[in-house]
């Protein structure tokens, strides 16, 4: 259904691990970066948006599938332990933050993750 649907990707955007081993980077001086995790095949809807609130309000729906690939490379216990680290994510070149995401379960088994994101 996801990839019939749209079939896009998105990008989940992580603080660095690492950090170069100097005097620079010991004062907080040196920005450590992003990394950044793939999500595909995934649907993205545009939300509606009040006159006076976010630019951009989006909702990704990803299947359990294509989160098994972030969360065994993350090595984290679940897709949403991915999803309350991850600094933002990036969809068609624009940086958004998450506000939140809902897990859709049948039988007691994770299928959907819903996440909305704002710009």
């Not at 990704?60 to 933002?88: D, K, P």
């Amino acid at each position: 259904m996801l990839r019939t649907m749209g079939g896009t990707e998105a990008i989940l955007l992580f603080a660095a691990a690492g950090m170069p081993a100097d005097a620079v980077a010991e004062l907080g001086l040196v920005d450590p970066g992003v990394e950044q995790g793939l999500i595909a095949p995934v649907i993205v809807r545009e939300l509606t948006t009040e006159n006076n609130g976010p630019r951009r309000r989006i909702e990704l729906l990803a299947g359990c599938s294509a989160m098994a690939e972030q969360v065994s490379q993350r090595n984290v216990a679940s897709a949403e332990v991915l999803f309350e680290t991850a600094l933002g994510l990036v969809y068609g070149g624009e940086v958004f933050h998450i506000q939140g995401f809902v897990v859709e379960r049948l039988g007691g088994v994770a299928y959907l993750y819903r996440v909305t994101a704002m710009a």
